[in-house]
């Protein structure tokens, strides 16, 4: 992947964490409300936010790490995904689908830590 593509689609997460925020906030407020589960959407848009920041971070490097960004973009498709779905759906199931996108940014910045040295020369 290159830094141009990993760039352009590090903004157009960024672009979408804001606008599935306030799609929350407004749009949907009323079902999230009945369904109790606006706190669930929070939690979903604020990790979606801060690892679109490092998805931006990660693919200004040269060369990018692209197994830290790659399990970064994983993680808010799987762990802000199925919290969007279960806000949205009420389906308890998809909460069960989450830890994996947890445990992807956890790679992730576990990748980082262990190659932090290299990053840095």
């Known amino acids: 992947m290159t830094n141009s593509l990993a760039i352009r689609i590090a903004t157009f ?59 970064f973009f994983a993680g808010i498709l799987i762990f802000s995904g199925s919290l969007y779905l279960l806000a949205v759906t009420n389906v308890k199931w998809l909460g069960a689908i989450t830890p994996i996108g947890g445990l992807s940014f956890l790679v992730g910045w576990a990748w980082l830590f262990l190659t932090a040295r290299r990053l840095t020369e």
């Open 13 to 71: 997460m960024g672009i979408l964490a804001v606008a599935l925020g306030a799609f929350g906030a407004h749009g949907l407020k009323d079902l999230l409300a009945q369904n109790q589960t606006a706190a669930i959407w929070d939690k979903a848009v604020f990790h979606h936010f801060i690892h679109t920041v490092m998805l931006f971070v990660l693919a200004q490097r040269r060369p990018m790490p692209s197994g830290p960004w790659l399990s």
